[in-house]
């Protein structure tokens, strides 16, 4: 299994869904070799206990480390620096209601293409050497991150024993086509996000090769909702009977003590999440503003980081409402228990997101939600209000009408807490098997 992050060391909900998953799959018996990035900042731990491996080494013949009650998943870590969100070039935009003029606010995320592409460059003639061009989402050595990575996967690769690569989002896909390539054993990639999905339609032309060529090469696709499989199929033209749809779940909350809770008199609206461009905190504040004109005693939370903060807090401010949103920064561990707890909604006003896990954690924690029609989530989840991202006045009514209609509050949260117990990582893990047999068989015929 091949991936760019573990909790602690997390950015996102890939890391919640490999720890998930794996976590599931050493119940049900699987020996996993996870690779990762060497670690640079250990930070908090969370939910996890690490042994942390030594620092200092350059070779791939180098560090591993465990997770507690995972017996059988073994960790490697390799000399990559792989940093998947960094600041690329603002932009102008507009939010914009129905029959109302819109904000102006700066918006950063959607990259310039690259102009120069070559083909052939770097391992198998699948990664380019070079820097990224102006406005692109990553670092001008991402790619040499992503070369070196592939190399020591697969350095590490021809001395295991294993049946199956798992390789989870881009950045891992050609670390896979090498190993596949090298050891003739089936590649199975794992969709968590699109290019199309953090860039709208000014995509990264390098970024969309990688993952058109992983897509390809690999024998079989899992997706983590039928919104992906279907832009997998639309934009990558991958035939739809290639793919699986595998749905994230979330693990058991622990609800055992935590630090105490701030006291309050006002209704707690929360946004936790990367503050980016595909997830929407501009409408977040733009529906913050219609809420606060009607009712005073709200607060918005915004938790979370992201190359868009800066401009939210200023289009917070423009709007007058700057006292009544606060900026928490990232959250991780207690601080993400404690903060659902408080909440009395959570909203996900996501442009495009292809799961979205954070609405399972708040309804696991008893908190109604809100979600973009535009995710993945909102496939599996029944008792949740559901309202298109862009449309900031109907965000603004559910939101009201939750604060405002205790009873409406005590049905989402009844019913959402046992609705997510259908989810589960087991199952999640069972498909994910079942993937892995079908993918093994395809790849046979080629090897005779």
Known sequence: MLGWEFPPFISGGLGTACFGLTKAMNDIGLQVLFVLPRPVNLGKGTHVTLVTPPRGKASADESKFTVENMANVQFRTVDAALFPYSTPTPRKIKVTTPGEPGYDVTEVGQPEPTRSFRPGGGMLG??????????????????????????????????????????????????????????????????????????????????????????????????????????????????????????NAIDDVNNGPLPPPISKDEKIVLFLGRITMQKGPEYFIAAAKKVLDVMDNVRFVMAGSGDMMRRVIELSAEMGIGHKVLFTGFLRGDDVARVYKMADLYVMPSVSEPFGIAPLEAMAHDVPVIISKQSGVSEVLTHALKVDFWDVNEMANKIIAVLRHPPLQATLREHGSFEIRKLSWHDSAERCVQTYREAITKRQPALV
Request: charged fraction near 20%; charge should be negative.
């Open 126 to 247: 699948f990664i380019s050497g070079g820097a990224a061009g102006p406005g692109e989402h990553y670092g001008g050595d991402m790619m040499v991150e992503v070369e070196r990575y592939a190399a020591m996967c697969l350095a590490i690769a021809q001395n295991e024993q294993f049946d199956v690569i798992h390789a989870h989002d881009w950045m891992t896909y050609a670390a896979g086509i090498a190993i596949s390539a090298t050891t003739g054993k089936p590649l199975v990639v794992h969709v968590h996000s699109t290019e199309f999905d953090r860039s709208g339609e000014n995509v990264n032309q390098r970024i969309y090769h990688y993952e058109r060529q992983g897509v390809h090469t690999a024998q079989r696709v899992i997706a983590v909702s039928h919104l992906t499989k279907n832009i997998l199929v639309a934009r990558y033209g991958v035939p739809p009977e290639k793919i699986e749809v595998v749905y």
